[in-house]
Protein backbone atom coordinates (compact mmCIF):
# COMPACT_ATOMS: atom_id res chain seq x y z
CA UNK A 1 0.00 0.00 0.00
CA UNK A 2 1.32 3.51 -0.81
CA UNK A 3 1.74 5.87 2.19
CA UNK A 4 2.00 9.26 -0.68
CA UNK A 5 -1.25 10.26 -2.19
CA UNK A 6 -1.68 10.34 -6.05
CA UNK A 7 -1.71 14.35 -6.35
CA UNK A 8 2.33 13.68 -4.67
CA UNK A 9 3.10 10.89 -6.61
CA UNK A 10 2.43 13.00 -10.11
CA UNK A 11 4.15 15.89 -8.17
CA UNK A 12 7.21 14.08 -7.80
CA UNK A 13 6.75 12.40 -11.55
CA UNK A 14 6.79 15.45 -13.26
CA UNK A 15 8.66 15.12 -16.83
CA UNK A 16 8.86 11.25 -16.37
CA UNK A 17 6.44 10.89 -19.51
CA UNK A 18 10.00 13.01 -21.35
CA UNK A 19 12.27 10.45 -19.66
CA UNK A 20 11.82 6.41 -21.27
CA UNK A 21 14.88 5.74 -20.13
CA UNK A 22 13.87 5.74 -16.74
CA UNK A 23 12.54 2.64 -14.64
CA UNK A 24 9.36 3.36 -13.26
CA UNK A 25 10.42 2.40 -9.76
CA UNK A 26 13.08 4.74 -9.68
CA UNK A 27 11.86 7.18 -11.52
CA UNK A 28 11.24 9.57 -8.42
CA UNK A 29 14.49 8.98 -7.05
CA UNK A 30 15.99 9.92 -10.56
CA UNK A 31 14.40 13.08 -11.28
CA UNK A 32 14.67 14.13 -7.57
CA UNK A 33 18.58 13.43 -8.30
CA UNK A 34 18.28 16.20 -11.82
CA UNK A 35 16.11 18.34 -10.08
CA UNK A 36 13.25 17.87 -12.49
CA UNK A 37 10.67 19.87 -10.02
CA UNK A 38 6.82 20.52 -10.69
CA UNK A 39 6.34 24.63 -10.96
CA UNK A 40 3.66 24.51 -9.14
CA UNK A 41 5.85 23.04 -6.04
CA UNK A 42 7.53 25.42 -4.16
CA UNK A 43 11.60 25.16 -3.52
CA UNK A 44 11.76 24.57 0.16
CA UNK A 45 9.29 21.75 -0.43
CA UNK A 46 11.02 20.12 -3.25
CA UNK A 47 14.52 20.34 -0.69
CA UNK A 48 12.96 18.32 1.80
CA UNK A 49 11.82 15.79 -0.80
CA UNK A 50 14.89 15.51 -2.26
CA UNK A 51 16.35 15.21 1.47
CA UNK A 52 14.85 11.69 0.91
CA UNK A 53 17.42 10.79 -1.18
CA UNK A 54 20.32 10.86 1.27
CA UNK A 55 21.98 7.90 2.65
CA UNK A 56 19.97 6.81 5.74
CA UNK A 57 20.60 4.54 8.37
CA UNK A 58 23.25 1.95 8.90
CA UNK A 59 22.83 0.38 4.86
CA UNK A 60 23.23 3.81 3.64
CA UNK A 61 20.16 3.00 1.26
CA UNK A 62 18.07 6.34 0.86
CA UNK A 63 14.48 6.13 1.87
CA UNK A 64 13.00 6.86 -1.71
CA UNK A 65 15.21 3.75 -2.59
CA UNK A 66 13.78 1.34 -0.17
CA UNK A 67 10.87 2.63 -1.84
CA UNK A 68 11.86 1.97 -5.43
CA UNK A 69 13.22 -1.44 -4.23
CA UNK A 70 9.79 -2.17 -2.73
CA UNK A 71 7.81 -0.94 -5.78
CA UNK A 72 9.67 -3.34 -8.02
CA UNK A 73 8.94 -6.38 -6.46
CA UNK A 74 5.34 -5.51 -5.69
CA UNK A 75 2.49 -6.68 -8.80
CA UNK A 76 0.15 -4.39 -7.98
CA UNK A 77 0.09 -0.55 -5.91
CA UNK A 78 -3.10 0.09 -3.38
CA UNK A 79 -3.66 3.48 -2.46
CA UNK A 80 -5.87 5.64 0.24
CA UNK A 81 -7.59 7.68 -2.74
CA UNK A 82 -9.75 7.27 -5.73
CA UNK A 83 -10.42 9.11 -9.18
CA UNK A 84 -13.12 11.10 -7.77
CA UNK A 85 -11.03 12.69 -5.03
CA UNK A 86 -8.05 13.69 -7.24
CA UNK A 87 -9.27 13.85 -10.60
CA UNK A 88 -6.07 13.87 -13.02
CA UNK A 89 -3.76 12.62 -10.66
CA UNK A 90 -4.92 9.63 -9.82
CA UNK A 91 -4.82 8.18 -13.74
CA UNK A 92 -1.31 9.78 -13.92
CA UNK A 93 -0.32 8.47 -11.08
CA UNK A 94 -0.67 5.02 -12.11
CA UNK A 95 1.00 5.96 -15.44
CA UNK A 96 3.83 6.37 -13.51
CA UNK A 97 4.43 3.48 -11.29
CA UNK A 98 3.86 1.68 -14.51
CA UNK A 99 1.50 -1.29 -12.79
CA UNK A 100 -1.74 -1.23 -11.37
CA UNK A 101 -2.61 1.69 -9.08
CA UNK A 102 -6.09 0.48 -7.19
CA UNK A 103 -8.37 2.40 -5.11
CA UNK A 104 -9.12 1.98 -1.95
CA UNK A 105 -11.56 4.38 -1.60
CA UNK A 106 -11.54 7.21 1.61
CA UNK A 107 -12.24 4.85 4.19
CA UNK A 108 -13.50 8.07 5.76
CA UNK A 109 -15.10 8.08 9.53
CA UNK A 110 -18.46 7.57 10.32
CA UNK A 111 -19.86 11.02 9.89
CA UNK A 112 -20.96 10.43 13.95
CA UNK A 113 -17.72 9.77 14.98
CA UNK A 114 -18.78 5.78 15.32
CA UNK A 115 -19.09 7.58 19.41
CA UNK A 116 -22.32 7.00 21.43
CA UNK A 117 -24.50 10.28 21.44
CA UNK A 118 -23.20 12.26 24.77
CA UNK A 119 -19.48 11.03 24.58
CA UNK A 120 -17.19 13.92 24.59
CA UNK A 121 -19.87 16.35 25.88
CA UNK A 122 -18.05 17.41 29.05
CA UNK A 123 -14.84 17.83 27.05
CA UNK A 124 -14.08 21.78 27.63
CA UNK A 125 -13.07 22.56 23.66
CA UNK A 126 -16.72 20.69 23.18
CA UNK A 127 -18.32 23.15 26.13
CA UNK A 128 -16.65 26.52 24.75
CA UNK A 129 -17.97 25.46 21.20
CA UNK A 130 -21.32 25.03 22.96
CA UNK A 131 -21.32 28.92 24.07
CA UNK A 132 -19.98 29.96 20.52
CA UNK A 133 -22.65 30.76 17.63
CA UNK A 134 -23.01 28.65 14.51
CA UNK A 135 -20.28 28.67 11.91
CA UNK A 136 -17.96 31.73 13.89
CA UNK A 137 -15.17 29.05 14.65
CA UNK A 138 -11.95 28.88 12.68
CA UNK A 139 -10.37 25.15 14.06
CA UNK A 140 -6.65 25.06 13.82
CA UNK A 141 -4.90 21.54 14.18
CA UNK A 142 -1.74 20.43 12.35
CA UNK A 143 -1.29 17.37 12.97
CA UNK A 144 1.25 15.51 16.00
CA UNK A 145 4.13 14.22 14.06
CA UNK A 146 5.93 17.53 13.13
CA UNK A 147 5.34 20.60 15.38
CA UNK A 148 5.97 24.38 14.34
CA UNK A 149 9.33 26.11 15.57
CA UNK A 150 8.30 28.63 18.32
CA UNK A 151 8.50 31.49 15.84
CA UNK A 152 5.78 30.46 13.42
CA UNK A 153 3.84 29.60 15.98
CA UNK A 154 3.91 33.25 17.28
CA UNK A 155 3.28 34.39 13.64
CA UNK A 156 0.60 31.63 13.43
CA UNK A 157 -1.48 32.76 16.88
CA UNK A 158 -0.74 37.00 15.53
CA UNK A 159 -2.08 36.24 12.89
CA UNK A 160 -5.22 34.86 14.65
CA UNK A 161 -5.47 37.71 16.48
CA UNK A 162 -5.15 39.72 13.45
CA UNK A 163 -8.11 38.29 11.59
CA UNK A 164 -10.48 38.82 14.41
CA UNK A 165 -12.64 35.52 14.07
CA UNK A 166 -13.17 32.91 16.76
CA UNK A 167 -10.88 29.84 16.67
CA UNK A 168 -10.48 27.09 18.82
CA UNK A 169 -6.35 25.75 18.20
CA UNK A 170 -5.57 22.06 19.59
CA UNK A 171 -1.42 23.44 19.53
CA UNK A 172 1.13 20.54 20.12
CA UNK A 173 3.97 22.37 21.94
CA UNK A 174 7.32 22.72 20.36
CA UNK A 175 9.63 20.46 21.73
CA UNK A 176 12.52 21.90 24.25
CA UNK A 177 10.00 25.19 24.70
CA UNK A 178 8.51 25.75 28.12
CA UNK A 179 4.52 26.33 28.30
CA UNK A 180 5.17 30.15 29.09
CA UNK A 181 6.59 31.02 26.01
CA UNK A 182 4.63 28.77 23.12
CA UNK A 183 1.98 31.68 22.76
CA UNK A 184 2.81 35.23 22.38
CA UNK A 185 3.53 37.52 25.42
CA UNK A 186 -0.21 38.61 26.22
CA UNK A 187 -1.79 36.91 23.03
CA UNK A 188 -4.63 34.78 25.36
CA UNK A 189 -5.57 37.65 28.01
CA UNK A 190 -6.31 39.88 24.27
CA UNK A 191 -8.00 36.85 22.55
CA UNK A 192 -10.12 35.74 25.71
CA UNK A 193 -13.79 35.15 25.13
CA UNK A 194 -13.45 34.43 21.29
CA UNK A 195 -10.56 32.00 21.37
CA UNK A 196 -9.67 29.03 23.46
CA UNK A 197 -5.99 27.19 22.66
CA UNK A 198 -5.44 23.56 24.13
CA UNK A 199 -1.92 21.74 24.20
CA UNK A 200 -3.57 18.29 25.54
CA UNK A 201 -5.90 15.71 23.40
CA UNK A 202 -8.94 17.24 22.24
CA UNK A 203 -11.89 15.13 20.26
CA UNK A 204 -11.45 15.90 16.60
CA UNK A 205 -14.16 14.43 14.75
CA UNK A 206 -16.78 15.53 17.22
CA UNK A 207 -15.31 19.08 17.25
CA UNK A 208 -15.54 18.96 13.70
CA UNK A 209 -18.88 18.00 13.73
CA UNK A 210 -20.09 20.63 15.90
CA UNK A 211 -22.12 23.22 14.51
CA UNK A 212 -20.23 26.02 15.81
CA UNK A 213 -17.16 25.26 13.33
CA UNK A 214 -17.00 27.23 10.45
CA UNK A 215 -13.49 26.91 8.34
CA UNK A 216 -10.76 24.16 9.40
CA UNK A 217 -7.11 25.55 9.14
CA UNK A 218 -4.72 22.40 8.77
CA UNK A 219 -1.69 21.01 7.62
CA UNK A 220 -3.34 19.32 4.85
CA UNK A 221 -2.49 15.37 6.22
CA UNK A 222 -4.67 12.99 3.99
CA UNK A 223 -7.06 11.60 7.41
CA UNK A 224 -7.21 15.84 8.49
CA UNK A 225 -8.69 16.83 4.82
CA UNK A 226 -10.98 13.85 4.73
CA UNK A 227 -12.87 14.37 8.21
CA UNK A 228 -13.00 18.14 7.72
CA UNK A 229 -14.50 17.64 4.09
CA UNK A 230 -16.81 15.25 5.70
CA UNK A 231 -18.80 17.67 7.34
CA UNK A 232 -18.24 20.00 4.75
CA UNK A 233 -15.78 23.19 6.16
CA UNK A 234 -13.80 25.50 3.94
CA UNK A 235 -10.26 25.35 4.40
CA UNK A 236 -7.36 27.13 5.54
CA UNK A 237 -4.16 25.37 4.50
CA UNK A 238 -0.84 25.05 5.91
CA UNK A 239 0.83 22.18 4.87
CA UNK A 240 4.30 21.26 6.72
CA UNK A 241 5.99 18.06 5.72
CA UNK A 242 5.67 14.90 3.64
CA UNK A 243 2.58 14.86 0.84
CA UNK A 244 0.90 17.65 2.25
CA UNK A 245 1.98 20.13 -0.32
CA UNK A 246 0.85 18.42 -3.29
CA UNK A 247 -2.81 17.75 -0.98
CA UNK A 248 -3.45 21.63 -0.39
CA UNK A 249 -2.93 22.54 -3.91
CA UNK A 250 -5.40 19.84 -4.88
CA UNK A 251 -7.68 21.13 -2.72
CA UNK A 252 -6.88 24.66 -3.74
CA UNK A 253 -7.60 23.69 -7.65
CA UNK A 254 -10.75 22.26 -6.13
CA UNK A 255 -11.66 25.82 -4.98
CA UNK A 256 -12.43 24.45 -1.03
CA UNK A 257 -10.21 27.21 0.19
CA UNK A 258 -6.87 28.78 0.56
CA UNK A 259 -3.61 28.25 1.56
CA UNK A 260 -1.48 30.81 3.68
CA UNK A 261 1.15 32.53 1.57
CA UNK A 262 4.92 31.22 1.90
CA UNK A 263 8.44 31.97 1.30
CA UNK A 264 9.71 30.54 -1.73
CA UNK A 265 12.88 29.36 -0.54
CA UNK A 266 12.47 28.57 3.28
CA UNK A 267 8.84 28.06 3.94
CA UNK A 268 8.37 30.87 6.57
CA UNK A 269 5.07 32.86 6.93
CA UNK A 270 3.97 35.79 8.72
CA UNK A 271 0.82 36.81 10.32
CA UNK A 272 0.04 39.25 7.67
CA UNK A 273 -0.32 35.98 5.49
CA UNK A 274 -2.32 33.95 8.21
CA UNK A 275 -4.62 37.07 8.60
CA UNK A 276 -5.57 37.54 5.12
CA UNK A 277 -6.18 33.23 4.26
CA UNK A 278 -8.30 32.90 7.28
CA UNK A 279 -10.42 36.22 6.40
CA UNK A 280 -10.76 35.22 2.96
CA UNK A 281 -12.60 32.18 4.30
CA UNK A 282 -13.95 33.23 6.99
CA UNK A 283 -15.13 36.87 6.79
CA UNK A 284 -15.21 37.81 3.21
CA UNK A 285 -18.69 36.90 1.85
CA UNK A 286 -17.76 36.87 -1.76
CA UNK A 287 -14.79 34.27 -1.27
CA UNK A 288 -16.92 32.59 1.54
CA UNK A 289 -19.64 31.37 -0.47
CA UNK A 290 -17.34 29.90 -3.44
CA UNK A 291 -15.12 27.92 -0.98
CA UNK A 292 -18.32 26.56 1.02
CA UNK A 293 -19.98 25.82 -2.08
CA UNK A 294 -17.06 23.44 -3.36
CA UNK A 295 -16.37 22.02 0.02
CA UNK A 296 -19.91 20.98 0.35
CA UNK A 297 -19.45 19.35 -3.06
CA UNK A 298 -16.46 17.84 -1.79
CA UNK A 299 -18.77 16.42 1.20
CA UNK A 300 -21.09 14.38 -0.97
CA UNK A 301 -17.63 12.74 -2.41
CA UNK A 302 -16.37 11.88 1.12
CA UNK A 303 -19.59 11.04 2.34
CA UNK A 304 -20.74 8.12 -0.56
CA UNK A 305 -20.39 5.60 1.92
CA UNK A 306 -21.28 3.51 -0.92
CA UNK A 307 -18.79 4.33 -3.10
CA UNK A 308 -16.01 3.50 -1.01
CA UNK A 309 -17.53 0.49 0.60
CA UNK A 310 -17.38 -0.22 -3.52
CA UNK A 311 -13.86 0.17 -3.66
CA UNK A 312 -13.25 -1.82 -1.26
CA UNK A 313 -15.22 -4.67 -2.82
CA UNK A 314 -13.49 -4.02 -5.87
CA UNK A 315 -9.87 -4.44 -4.17
CA UNK A 316 -10.61 -7.83 -2.73
CA UNK A 317 -12.16 -9.18 -5.49
CA UNK A 318 -8.85 -7.86 -7.61
CA UNK A 319 -6.95 -9.58 -4.56
CA UNK A 320 -8.76 -12.89 -5.30
CA UNK A 321 -8.48 -12.85 -8.84
CA UNK A 322 -4.75 -12.86 -8.82
CA UNK A 323 -3.56 -16.69 -10.68
CA UNK A 324 -0.15 -17.19 -9.43
CA UNK A 325 2.10 -20.06 -10.72
CA UNK A 326 4.64 -19.66 -7.72
CA UNK A 327 6.42 -16.78 -9.58
CA UNK A 328 4.89 -13.30 -8.44
CA UNK A 329 6.47 -11.88 -11.68
CA UNK A 330 4.32 -13.67 -13.61
CA UNK A 331 1.06 -12.92 -11.72
CA UNK A 332 -1.56 -11.46 -13.67
CA UNK A 333 -5.20 -9.49 -12.75
CA UNK A 334 -8.41 -10.54 -14.25
CA UNK A 335 -10.66 -6.82 -14.15
CA UNK A 336 -13.01 -6.60 -11.81
CA UNK A 337 -16.63 -7.63 -12.55
CA UNK A 338 -18.21 -5.00 -11.09
Not at 261 to 286: C, L, N, Q, T
Request: with cysteine; charged share 20%.
Amino acid sequence: MLQPSAAAIAALGCGASERAELAAASVFEQLVAVERRDAAMPRFEWERVAALCAPFGASGMSILRRGSLTLERCTIAAIRSCPEWELEAFPLAGKLLGKPLVPLGLLPPSPDGSRAPGVHVDDAAVRWLDAQPLKSVVYLALGSEVPLPVELVHELALGLELAGTRFLWALRKPSGVDAADVLPPGFEERTHGHGLVTMGWVPQTTILEHGAIGAFLTHCGRSSLIEGLLHGHPLIMLPIATDQGSNARLMERRKVGLQVPRDEDDGSFDRHGVASAVRAVMVDEDTRRVFVANAVKMQEIVADKELHERYIDEFVQQLRSYITDGDSSTASCRPSSS
